[in-house]
């Protein structure tokens, strides 16, 4: 978003009355978006943020979301949202990671945030956004009185995001000041035209890349209004694409098939007439789930492979019906690299990691963590960890997810957290998290661990074990269910042969 982040002050100009947010706590125009992120650019500057400081947001789908974003890219400031499924703790560690001097927190995790907050002694402004928690300000009141007119002196303000790995805890990416962020890889995809009836439907949580950047950022920067479901409903997105003549959306493949799953009835009457436009990505999708969903809406599903820290490839309805499976053809013939084991190129078909090419001006960095950044570049391309192959024809097709990252529902999982937390259950001496195949979520989350006794494992440990981690960690991180065997995979220089694992459990936890 160039222009020093003030894209949507051109357009609360152009079109001041037209709606650029709706939900259901509150609606905002264009004009009134643009006003009070200028009040919030103010608030916060007075109360001693500069260019450069951080800003984590933790909260829920609507309107103030977006004016802190918008605050934050006039403002100079560095946003980063932050997971309302997280522990306090977890929520502290990446408040205090980005060097957020800011807190935002939605009413709704009210007791989230107390905790957390008590954990952030960095943070010096902490904004209480729809209601009252203690040791926090009123956002509105911080707002008020604060002039509503565009700031004569923006400065580009950035985006942080954090993501997961295969070890460790999560790293925000950082990107240069001038990088655009964009339907990356979809430029032949239709586009937004203001003016025009068009309207976006915001399926996920903003805290996330995807409906933040896809859903919520592009649409406004091109003049285009977006209404925000408060949560995924299946049901409730098909009665929001007709009552609002819906004509473009982001989702992910776990939404397909949770509209797919509605009774044919719900589906043969649900008036999808205006949709044009499709974006997904994120995770996985399932050769008979998208083509399930090309026969209901049409050719009309455009599919992205992109991570936080790169844009790789993309693919068209047309080109998929005919590379069934394929994730798409990179942006240019060099852009994606496979490569084996020892680094040498892979010949078309042969599996291998995926190494996306670093575009002139969008480079990334693991913030505060120089070691992490330079162990996924190889010279001009970077990797974070995907397996599989290019066909003759130069299309990317996935095989495997990383060694270990698991994506669930288009979240990335961290095994290795999970993991920490059942070895220190004195019942298990050794511990594996794994991915498995799940029709509903892509991939579910399974633990396996080894018992630290001789004695026969109790019947009652699965549930102990599963319980202890639901205490210490957010409940998406954590197993669905765990089996206890004798001995784990690992060679003779201890290393976990967690392919191994997946190949036991290939037949998934639901199939």
Not at 124 to 133: C, F, K, N, P, S
Request: glycine content about 10%; some cysteine.
């Amino acid at each position: 978003m160039g222009d020093k982040g003030m894209r949507l002050a051109h357009w609360a100009r152009i079109q001041p009355e037209v709606l650029a947010v709706q939900s259901i706590w509150g609606d905002r125009t264009f004009r009134e978006l643009n006003e009070n992120s200028n009040r919030l650019a103010r608030a916060l500057r007075a109360r001693g943020l500069r260019n450069g400081d951080g800003v984590a947001i933790v909260c829920s789908n609507r309107p103030e979301f977006a004016e802190v974003v918008h605050a934050c890219l006039r403002a100079g400031l560095r946003d980063t949202p932050v997971n309302w499924h997280l522990t306090p703790d977890e929520v502290a560690y990446i408040a205090g990671d980005c060097q957020a001097k800011a807190l935002f927190g939605d009413v709704r995790f009210a007791e989230l945030m107390t905790k957390a907050s008590a954990l952030s002694p960095n943070v010096t402004v902490r904004l209480a956004i729809g209601g009252e928690i203690p040791g926090f300000e009123s956002y509105d009141e911080a707002m008020s009185g604060h002039d509503a007119s565009d700031i004569p002196d923006p400065q580009e303000g950035f985006r942080m995001l954090y993501t997961s790995g295969t070890t460790g805890k999560p790293k925000g990416v950082l990107r240069p000041l001038n990088y655009a962020t964009g339907l990356i890889g979809l430029t032949s995809a239709p586009q937004y035209a203001p003016g025009q009836g068009q309207l976006h439907l915001c399926t996920g949580p903003m805290h996330h890349g995807g409906p933040l950047v896809y859903s919520m950022a592009v649409p406004i920067s091109q003049g285009v209004g977006t209404v925000l479901m408060d949560k995924w409903d299946a049901a409730e997105a098909l009665r929001l694409i007709a009552e609002h003549r819906i004509t473009h959306t982001h989702m992910v493949p776990t939404m397909f098939h949770r509209m797919l799953r509605l009774s044919e009835e719900v589906r043969r009457g649900a008036d999808i007439s205006s949709m044009r436009y499709i974006a997904h990505g994120a995770a996985p999708c399932t050769v008979a789930i998208k083509r399930a969903m090309i026969d209901w809406f049409g050719p009309i599903l455009w599919e992205y492979y992109a991570a936080t820290e790169g844009g790789g490839a993309s693919v068209s309805p047309e080109q998929w019906l005919e590379k069934p499976g394929t994730v798409g053809k990179p942006i240019t013939d060099d852009h994606v690299q496979i490569r084996d084991d020892d680094e040498n190129v892979c010949d078309p078909y042969q599996p291998g990691t995926i190494y996306l090419k670093v575009l002139e001006g969008s480079d990334f960095e693991y913030f505060n963590d120089p070691e992490k950044t330079e162990s996924a570049h190889r010279g001009t391309h970077f990797t974070v960890g995907d397996v599989g192959y290019l066909d003759h024809d130069g299309f990317l097709f996935l095989t495997d997810r990383s060694a270990d990252l698991i994506v669930r529902g288009g979240v990335n999982i961290y095994p290795a957290e999970a993991e920490a937390v059942l070895l220190q259950h004195p019942a298990v001496r050794d511990a594996a998290v794994v991915g498995v195949p799940s029709s509903e979520w892509g991939e579910e989350v399974k633990g396996v661990v080894e018992h630290s006794s001789d004695e026969p494992a109790s019947p009652e440990l699965e549930q102990e074990l599963l319980d202890f981690c639901r205490a210490r960690l957010a409940r998406f991180k954590c197993p669905r269910s765990i089996d206890i065997v004798d001995e784990l995979p690992r060679s003779d220089n201890g290393k976990l042969y967690k392919r191994r694992l997946r190949e036991m459990y290939r037949g998934g936890i639901d199939a």
